[in-house]
């Protein structure tokens, strides 16, 4: 197998028989020495909080316990780590999205990546930190979610290795790089050091999300399971799938240069040439980047009508994660008993919306952006 060449599978739901022969045939024709010398395993899914699995948050169990038993199948030891969002408690986590399930009925090892060591390495200037499970398994899995999102327009296989930063330092790298490209560029730094590590990539969509994703937008039976040695090429293929140019999502156009990729020339299945989903990306297909094509007599005029912000709505159960989550301290408890987010502080990064489980943080937006973004 070609390393930008893109498997898929049309799977109408979420059966394991079905799941593992797609993920053994594709292991099968893969010419990578590790998978045979390598004595450990470490599967990262994407589960950014603990979000019922009928939501489609986050990468379902089945997806894993595929992977879990053709590892254990051929005697490796099989890690499943990864660091969730925000302040939710790990076990909790755990125990909502199937993970401690399958360490219940299968021997492997559970890892919080929020507590696991890490070391902190440089790319192009820019410093991370990342787990060191990475470093630590000769073969690593990305098991992703196939989704929208609100401030890279898409998310999948390069996205899902934000999970190897640990803990709170994911909303401390918010702070640091609020806009949309700086945080691209933060996470071509992360995809630039693991890249090299990652033996195989999967993207979870027999259900996705479409909408204001990556947790508040709409569970999408999108009927398909994604895979690719090359983290480029499968969220290239993802992306365009969904309905995205290369230059809507702020990241891809480097990652496809920085493997060497032209996308025309990425191979899939003949059956998917010209696959589209019907999929709503209206909602995060025009970012606050796009300012920097106004001219800047013109872009302050144009902030002034064309604005959103997340909003605390009617729906909030008072838990306090968009408190203890915000990167900038932008939402403070009110003497309502509830949080309310400070509009001149918030950075837009969207942390709240992202991983409030209520879906209680609404994205309130101007007459010009409704009709922009529509």
């Not at 969730?84 to 990546?113: E, F, H, M, T």
């Not at 990475?134 to 990305?142: A, K, Y």
């Not at 508040?216 to 009927?223: A, L, S, T």
């Not at 300012?291 to 144009?302: D, K, M, S, Y």
Request: net charge positive; proline share 5%; hydrophobic share 40%.
């Amino acid at each position: 197998m070609k390393n930008h060449s893109v498997q898929i599978r049309a799977i109408e739901s979420y059966d394991l028989a079905q799941i593992q022969d797609a993920i053994s045939f594709w292991f099968k024709e893969l010419r990578d020495p590790k998978l045979n010398r390598s004595k450990r395993v470490l599967i990262k899914p994407n589960t950014l909080g603990a979000f019922p699995l009928e939501r489609a948050v986050t990468t379902h169990p089945v997806i894993l316990e595929a992977l879990i038993r053709y590892f254990l199948a051929r005697k490796k030891e099989v890690w499943l780590g990864d660091s969730p969002g925000g302040s939710v408690p790990v076990q909790k986590v755990w125990d909502v999205c199937g993970l401690q399930d399958l360490a219940d009925r299968y021997p492997i090892r559970l890892l919080n990546l929020s507590t696991h060591p890490f070391r902190e390495l440089k790319y192009n200037g820019i410093s991370v930190k990342i787990s060191e499970a990475l470093f630590q398994c000769g073969i690593v899995v990305n098991a992703a979610k196939y989704k929208t999102h609100s401030l890279m327009a898409f998310t999948g296989a390069l996205k899902n290795l934000y999970g190897l930063v640990p803990g709170m330092i994911k909303s401390e790298y918010h702070r640091q790089y609020p806009d949309t490209r700086a945080f691209a560029e933060m996470l071509l730094a992360i995809y630039g050091i693991a890249r090299t590590k990652i033996s195989y990539n999967i993207i979870d969509g027999i259900i996705g999300m479409d909408g204001a994703g990556p947790s508040g937008g709409n569970p999408r039976h999108f009927g398909l399971l994604l895979g690719s040695s090359s983290i480029a090429a499968i969220d290239s293929v993802a992306s365009r799938m969904m309905g995205f140019k290369v230059s809507d999502v702020p990241y891809l156009w480097d990652a496809l240069h920085c493997e060497g990729i032209l996308p025309s020339k990425i191979e899939v299945p003949q059956s998917f040439r010209h696959h589209r989903l019907d999929a709503d990306i209206r909602a995060v297909k025009l970012t606050k980047d796009g300012l920097r094509f106004i001219p800047g007599f013109a872009a302050a005029a144009f902030k002034k009508v064309y604005y959103y912000y997340p909003e605390i709505s009617s729906r909030c159960v008072r838990c306090g994660i968009c408190v203890k989550s915000c990167p900038v301290e932008a939402i403070s408890w009110q003497a309502t008993g509830f949080p309310k987010v400070d509009t001149d502080k918030c950075i837009k990064c969207m942390c709240c919306h992202e991983l409030c489980p209520s879906q209680a943080v609404d994205i309130h937006k101007s007459f010009v952006a409704k009709r922009i973004q529509r």
